[in-house]
C-alpha cells in the first residue's frame, strides 16, 4: 500500500513539473532564427543542428555546438530535395540550399520547405549571370 501512495505520489509530482516546464516554454515564445542542418564545404563532411540568424543584416550559421559560422558575401546558387542517403541523415522533407562564397567556399543549408523563403531572404541568391563553382 505504502509503494501505490509513493508511485502516485511520484506521478503527480511529474506531472506538475512537466506541465510547469511547458507552460515556461510556450510563455517565452518561438525561439529566434531558423532552425536548419548545414554541412560545410558543400557536398561533404557531415550534416550538424543549429540555427541561421539573420539580424543585423549579416547572416551567420550557429551550430549547436562549435563556434558561429558567419556567412559574409554567401549567395544562394541552387535549391534541391535531399537524395535518399541524405534523407538519412536529415528530414527527407526538407529543402537544401546550396551558397557559395565570394572566395569560393560553399555550403549546404538544409530547412523545412516552410522557412525556404526566410533563408533566401537572409542569404539573398546569385545573380543569374554569375557563373557558379
Not at 505504502?2 to 511529474?14: F, K, Q
Not at 543584416?57 to 542517403?85: D, F, I, N
Amino acid at each position: 500500500m505504502i509503494e501505490i501512495v509513493g508511485v502516485v505520489l511520484g506521478a503527480a509530482g511529474a506531472g506538475w513539473l512537466l506541465r510547469r516546464k511547458h507552460r515556461a516554454r510556450v510563455a517565452a515564445g518561438p525561439a529566434a532564427g531558423i532552425p536548419a542542418m548545414a554541412r560545410q564545404p558543400a557536398g561533404q563532411g557531415r550534416w550538424r543542428p543549429g540555427r541561421v540568424y539573420a539580424d543585423g543584416g549579416a547572416a551567420r550559421w550557429v551550430p549547436q555546438r562549435g563556434e558561429p559560422l558567419p556567412l559574409p558575401g554567401a549567395r544562394a546558387t541552387g535549391l534541391r530535395v535531399p537524395s535518399v542517403k541524405e534523407g538519412i541523415s536529415i528530414n527527407p522533407g526538407s529543402r537544401i540550399v546550396t551558397c557559395t562564397y565570394e572566395d569560393g567556399g560553399s555550403i549546404e543549408i538544409a530547412v523545412m520547405p516552410l522557412d525556404v523563403r526566410e533563408l533566401l531572404a537572409a542569404v539573398p541568391q546569385a545573380d543569374p549571370g554569375t557563373p557558379s563553382t
